[in-house]
């Protein structure tokens, strides 16, 4: 029997040169499972995913982040992909999305690669037990974070892996946190 996440809506929030498969391994994973998900980003119309350095998708938004409200999702999935972290940890509103989400409400949360930067930026991360991409690292712990190498670690409702190696953990962690 596999798990049922009818009724459930998650959000993914990416922005441009998105590491593809840390995107669309989730959100097929979500789908199949019979959730809704939205892509929200800064700008409307489609996003450009990267397959490592080499050009990838494009990924249609569902919504904007000024369009979007946090209390209308279950859960947040944010991507990997040096660009797209960066650009997003510099975003006010994908900022206070986040912290909406995962600080206020305490959804489940699910962040990999780069993705943690943007809880870096926005003060979500002290105190917690989180993965990334090893290159990342400093910046948690300067953040007060506990960085660790595994492939996935599950902190409360914050879930993070280090990189697309470590999505099929990444996706069953997220699966099973959504379905209690």
């Not at 996440?5 to 199949?32: C, H, N, Q, W």
């Not at 998708?57 to 369009?67: G, I, N, P």
């Not at 650009?87 to 959804?107: H, N, P, S, T, W």
Request: glycine fraction near 8%.
């Amino acid at each position: 029997m596999g798990t049922d996440l009818t009724g459930k809506r998650v959000a993914i929030v990416a922005t441009d040169y998105f590491e593809e498969k840390e995107l669309t391994s989730p959100m097929d994973a979500l789908e199949e499972a019979g959730a809704e998900v939205d892509v929200l980003a800064p700008h409307s119309g489609e996003i450009q995913g990267l397959n490592h350095v080499e050009p990838g998708t494009l990924v249609a938004v569902d919504k904007t982040l000024d369009e979007a409200d946090p209390d209308n999702y279950d859960a947040l999935v944010i991507p990997g992909g040096a660009i797209n972290a960066d650009a997003l940890r510099m975003d006010q509103k994908a900022r206070d999305f986040v912290r909406k989400i995962m600080d206020e409400q305490g959804k489940p949360t699910a962040v990999i690669c780069h993705g943690p930067w943007l809880l870096v930026s926005s003060n979500v991360i002290r105190g917690r037990k989180v993965t990334s991409f090893h290159t990342i690292q400093d910046d948690i712990r300067n953040a007060g974070g506990e960085w660790q190498d595994s492939e996935v670690v599950v902190d409360g409702n914050l879930i993070t892996s280090r990189k697309p190696d470590d999505l099929p953990a990444f996706n069953k962690a997220l699966l099973e946190k959504l379905q209690h």
